[in-house]
């Protein structure tokens, strides 16, 4: 339900085209934000400069219930930021905490103030917040602590996501149970608190909120349900004194308190993006040295080899010559053993190339 940012994206975008329009038109969205926050906006033609904007968000605590609304205390911190353009509609409308009324007319005629109007606007449902946990740090708890018990308070920002608030004659101690899904969180969540410890002993965060962590939970939570206790990620604590509480300070810690959780989740988040990506880098800078080699070691094997193509028989004129006078010898052949007769060698041959006759030792007489 908490966010980095205060203000409503949704609702800033509603309230911004409302605001451009020239021509008016009739206005009835339900929005709903993180899955608890809820949004009625109206409007009419009959009254087209009011906007009426109704907000529902659950009670940070359980042990306070508030079917009859927000109390005095937390309507008068919505009138305080918001009392120039905005006016609280009373009775709410029903089903919703509180409903208001916002007059564009009498936002500022500047563009850049009148962003800066709106936004404030839509960040109605942080000023819920830190109001309810404003008021539940100071009231809450009050008995118990003249009676000398410190009994925790279960805070509900998120269903999955609990803390809770222990409220001491000195300090307000806050306890986060960090609960992980995969073990890679758990591990660098462990190194982050570790780390979040060791830098609050500093001089830089001396006016910081002192923060321990322990594997084990604080011993003010014993006597708590099982459930909330069963972590992987251990207990996250912050002691909040009178300093850290004072005049504008008050509306800072709060917000970051109550976004303790967001800012875990997106540092893990970021943590190993930044992780895989620079596994990527050296990933891609390996490859590109193994490429780098096998390139060198395939150019070497050529220059030792030779190229394919420049394997040629080495040529010499004496062969060239020798061979010219081969074919010239091999044609004269052919020319010789032509089958032109010659009277003269046939003379020859009979004369001086006759074989005797030999007669056959054996008869044979032929039959009739």
């Keep these: 339900m908490a966010c980095f940012n205060r203000a409503s994206p949704a609702l800033m975008e509603v309230l911004l085209n409302f605001h451009n329009d020239e021509i008016p038109w009739d206005i009835d969205h339900h929005l709903v934000e993180f899955g608890s926050v809820k949004y009625h906006i109206q409007a009419t033609t009959l009254d087209p400069r009011n906007l009426y904007l109704s907000v529902s968000i659950p009670p940070l605590s359980p042990e306070v219930m508030l079917s009859n609304g927000l109390p005095n205390c937390i309507l008068q911190d919505i009138k305080r930021v918001y009392s120039d353009i905005v006016e609280v509609v009373r009775p709410s409308k029903e089903g919703f905490m509180v409903t208001i009324k916002l007059d564009f007319n009498k936002l500022p005629r500047h563009k850049d103030e009148c962003i800066k109007a709106l936004k404030d606007v839509s960040s109605l449902q942080s000023v819920i917040l830190c109001s309810q946990f404003k008021d539940m740090l100071w009231n809450i708890g009050s008995q118990d ?108 810690t709060l917000w970051i308190l109550l976004n303790f959780y967001s800012y875990l989740n997106y540092y893990l988040k970021s943590t190993k993006a930044c992780i895989q990506r620079k596994m990527r880098n050296r990933q891609e ?42 074919s010239a010898f091999a044609r004269h052949v052919k020319r010789i053993r032509s089958p032109i007769k010659i009277k003269a060698l046939n003379r020859f041959r009979r004369k001086w190339l006759k074989f005797p006759k030999c007669s056959s030792f054996k008869k044979y007489t032929k039959l009739e």
């Design 285 to 326: 800078g390996l490859v590109k040295v193994l490429q780098k080699a096998r390139i060198e070691e395939d150019e070497d094997n050529k220059q030792i080899q030779g190229p394919k193509s420049g394997r040629k028989l080495i040529s010499f004129p004496k062969y060239k010559s020798f061979r010219r006078k081969c």
């Design 145 to 252: 602590i003249s009676r000398g018990l410190h009994q925790p308070i279960k805070q509900v920002c998120h269903f999955r996501e609990p803390f809770f608030l222990i409220r001491m004659p000195e300090k307000i101690t806050i306890v986060f149970p960090i609960r992980l899904k995969e073990e890679s969180d758990v591990v660098l969540a462990t190194a982050f608190f570790q780390e979040l410890v060791d830098v609050g002993y500093s001089a830089s965060c001396a006016k910081a909120p002192p923060c321990t962590w322990s594997p084990i939970p604080p011993p003010e939570l014993r006597g708590e349900y099982l459930q909330y206790l069963n972590t992987n990620g251990g207990f996250v604590s912050f002691d909040i004194f009178s300093c850290h509480v004072k005049g504008v300070r008050m509306e800072k």
